[in-house]
T-cell receptor, first 112, second 112 residues
């Protein structure tokens, strides 16, 4: 079946360093790629998303890149801060909210 | 603020018991979802509903059933709970044709 692979499962960085999380999807029909952040004990919340007609999108310290040919997309966090510590989920959707497949999640630790 | 709420937030039950998890939303969204979160497995879709008369199975529906009592209410039932249904359960909503999921706070269920 369709799936989304996410790596790494755990990532530890020093405060101020950059963090990169990578995802690969299998469904060629996917055209919407959101990233959700889940802080400890909290609900997942959307932090950034990208559609297939765009290769890169930035929002302050976070950015997402998409390579549709290779079916890869990545989350980049620059100048990491302790409050970036959380579990991050990527997802791939066929658009219109019909089918969304989540990755297994990456637990990011930012050490002060 | 419009929100998604879940009751109970925590529940411990015994094998073989029937249990119902409830979800309510004030966002006015037509679409509602039930997800299960397990460590290392991400968010997996159990059931989803695009309106009051629409119920669809997700990727892991065995052992679960749902009821959409109204646009704002979507409940998940475990008819005969088993230990491997121990997990964190999230309800989510989305607007028609939109991709972003709005998650509830989660219900931590333990089956002993």
């Amino acid at each position: 079946g369709e799936n989304v692979e996410q790596h790494p499962s755990t990532l530890s960085v020093q405060e101020g360093d950059s963090a990169v999380i990578k995802c690969t999807y299998s469904d060629s029909a996917s055209n919407y790629f959101p990233w959700y952040k889940q802080e400890l004990g909290k609900r997942p919340q959307l932090i950034i998303d990208i559609r297939s007609n765009v290769g890169e999108k930035k929002d302050q310290r976070i950015a997402v890149t998409l390579n549709k040919t290779a079916k890869h997309f990545s989350l980049h966090i620059t100048e990491t801060q302790p409050e970036d510590s959380a579990v991050y989920f990527c997802a791939a959707s066929d658009g219109g909210g019909f089918k969304t497949i989540f990755g297994a999640g990456t637990r990011l630790f930012v050490k002060a | 603020d419009a929100d998604v709420t879940q009751t109970p937030r925590n529940r411990i039950t015994k094998t073989g018991k029937r249990i119902m998890l409830e979800c309510s939303q004030t966002k006015g969204h037509d679409r509602m979802y039930w997800y299960r979160q397990d460590p290392g497995l991400g968010l997996r879709l159990i059931y989803y509903s695009f309106d009051v008369k629409d119920i669809n199975k997700g990727e892991i529906s065995d052992g679960y059933s749902v009821s959409r009592q109204a646009q704002a209410k979507f409940s998940l039932s475990l008819e005969s709970a088993i230990p491997n249904q121990t997990a964190l359960y999230f309800c989510a909503t989305s607007d028609s044709g939109a991709d972003e999921r709005y998650f509830g706070p989660g219900t931590r269920l333990t089956v002993t």
